[in-house]
């Protein structure tokens, strides 16, 4: 599992470089699909003195099989988007600026233009909001279970994150790094639908140019790169 905790390391650090977290905000975490573990930043640890031998390996049931520090308090939410989304191999979770304020709004970040298709198909979905029941009950993993009630009918992979309203956005992908450069593509997607909205409340972006854009970086037709 060692390779696995310095992967995990890395995307975590690359959440600080990239200016997706400050103080201990946020988390990054991996998978083993073969043994059935994760690996997670510990529960708030300072990004500045946190080692690969601070990671926790859990089984999927939360269970602590390695680690000597409690996981992430985000961990129930990991777990259950792994158990749902078979396909992903790492996961972020970050309260960046402008995607948080689109989950703070409770609204779809919509594609506006051909940067948003390049990395996501559609809109960023925002989930339903929490009831108190959820809230008060078992709330980290409800949070997991907002996000995959609102992935009915969408592909995780085509649309590697969500916003959880009133909190922040979850990212995805094939690996822990994948993940951590979705959560930084998201942020900046975020930014730029906003900006665009406040010169164009209006704006929008056709059907064609989506599709275009889209899949030539995905599915079995891409095109982009070598």
């Known amino acids: 599992m060692q390779e696995l905790k310095k992967k995990v ?62 996981p992430s308090s985000d961990t129930p939410t990991h777990l259950a988007l792994y158990k749902a989304f078979p396909q992903i191999g790492g996961i972020v979770h970050t309260h960046s600026a402008y995607a948080t304020a689109w989950a703070q709004a409770g609204r779809d970040i919509p594609c506006l233009g051909t940067t948003h298709a390049d990395a996501f198909r559609g809109p960023v979905p925002c989930t339903a909001a929490l009831t108190e029941e959820q809230i008060n009950g078992e709330y980290e993993k409800e949070t997991g279970k907002v996000i995959i009630s609102r992935f009915e009918g969408l592909d995780p992979v085509f649309t590697p994150g969500a916003l959880v309203r009133n909190h922040g956005p979850f990212s995805w992908g094939a690996t822990p790094a994948e993940a951590a450069y979705n959560a930084k593509v998201l942020e900046e997607i975020a930014k730029m639908a906003y900006l665009t909205l406040q010169i164009n409340p209006s704006a929008s972006c056709g059907q064609a140019l989506e599709d275009k854009h889209f899949f030539r970086k995905h599915g079995p037709g891409a095109t982009y790169g070598q």
């Open 9 to 70: 390391l890395e995307a975590n650090l690359e959440l600080v470089r990239q200016g997706l977290v400050i103080y201990t905000w946020g988390n990054a975490s991996g998978i083993d699909r073969d043994r059935g573990l994760v690996v997670i930043k510990p529960s708030g640890v300072s990004y500045d003195t946190m080692t690969e031998d601070d990671m926790v390996v859990l089984d999927l049931d939360g269970n602590i099989v390695d680690g000597h520090l409690k």
